[in-house]
């Protein structure tokens, strides 16, 4: 079998496996539809949803939370991780402040930043850009100091300029950790969109997810995070499809990437 239809046929089977046992599991246990809504009443609660209309008015607030946030935290990160790799003094100066600012747990920064942002979507594209900025970070600075320093003495023997080694040496060398980092900020950057709106919002995901929960309505609350789990993984495939595009000549590090889902 082609190892592309396996790689459909499988998780679909597993998933059809899995709300099989959960159905079965709620008959058999009696549970309430309050602790656990049966898979019909998750797909009526879908259905309501996006064939009627009432949800995407917060599937796509939460989208552009997260689209503007991921960019601005990653260009950003990719921005800074070059300088310090760069600069051995500019590493010194700031990366003491940078690692400070990623210790603060950024549900307590999340009031702080509704303050300075307001309510509105920019306190989520700020919280979004917070959350992906450092493993973007950390991994385009690893991954520029790790290139081959042979690759290096070679640009320099031939006068290469430094620009000319970041951009013609460095980068290429570094992708498959530049994309590892891109990997990893888009599952962090939904964690900083649903953690803004259940701070402060009146749209968005995070937001269903906290109402539903008042009510019990635990099939929207079901709803809701199945929607975050399809933008979770078509932002992550979109990833690696850009890796394989992009990284054509590196497939170890497109392989590693897949392994950070």
């Known amino acids: 079998m082609n ?8 998780p679909l089977a597993t998933l059809i496996v899995l709300i099989a046992l959960w159905d079965y599991a709620i008959g058999v246990f009696k549970v309430p539809n309050f602790i656990l809504p049966t898979p019909y009443a998750v797909l009526e609660a879908l259905q309501r949803g996006y064939i009627e209309g009432l949800f995407w008015k917060h599937f796509f607030f939460t989208l552009q939370s997260m689209v503007f ?3 601005l935290g990653c260009s950003l990160a990719f ?3 070059c300088l310090f790799a760069e600069s051995r003094t500019v590493e010194q100066m700031f990366l003491p402040f940078v690692v400070a600012l990623q210790s603060m747990p950024k549900v307590a920064l999340a009031p702080l930043i509704i303050v300075w942002f307001g309510f509105g979507l920019e ?5 979004v850009a917070l959350v992906c900025f450092f493993p973007m970070f950390i991994n385009t600075a690893v991954g520029l100091k790790q290139t081959n320093p042979a690759l290096i003495d070679l640009m320099h023997a031939f006068s290469a300029s430094p620009w000319h080694i970041l951009t013609r040496i460095k980068i290429p060398s570094a992708a498959g950790h530049i994309f590892a980092g891109l990997q990893i900020a888009i599952v962090l950057g939904l964690i900083g969109a649903v953690v803004a709106e259940f701070v402060s919002s009146t749209k968005g995901l995070g937001y269903l997810i906290s109402a539903a929960a008042v009510n019990l309505e635990t099939n929207t609350m079901f ?16 990833i690696r499809l850009l890796h394989s595009r992009i990284v ?5 590090s497109a392989a590693q990437t897949a392994a950070t889902e």
């Open 123 to 127: 306190s989520k594209i700020v919280m």
């Open 3 to 10: 190892e592309k239809v396996k790689s459909v046929l499988y």
């Open 223 to 238: 709803a809701a995070l199945i929607s975050l789990a399809v933008l979770g993984v078509a932002g992550s495939l979109a």
């Open 248 to 252: 054509f000549w590196d497939k170890g």
């Open 79 to 81: 921005v800074l991780g």
């Open 69 to 71: 946030g991921y960019a």
